[in-house]
């Protein structure tokens, strides 16, 4: 699959993941934080895609 984004959100943090399911994309975000990949996370509904895009 291949997917080109346009530019970055406004908040300026780093895309860490794309997925089909907001279960997934949280399940991945906390996952990142149990290990300490990022301190938070954000799981954002991009409609232009259709996909939920996980910044951390």
């Known amino acids: 699959m291949t997917l080109t984004i346009g530019a970055a959100p406004a908040h300026a943090e780093r895309l860490a993941g794309v997925f089909r399911e907001h ?3 949280e399940r991945t975000g906390t996952y990142g934080i149990t ?4 301190d938070d996370y954000s799981c954002e509904w991009q409609s232009q895609y259709l996909y939920y ?4």
């Open 35 to 38: 290990q300490t990949w990022w």
């Open 53 to 56: 895009f996980l910044y951390a």
């Open 23 to 25: 279960s997934e994309c």
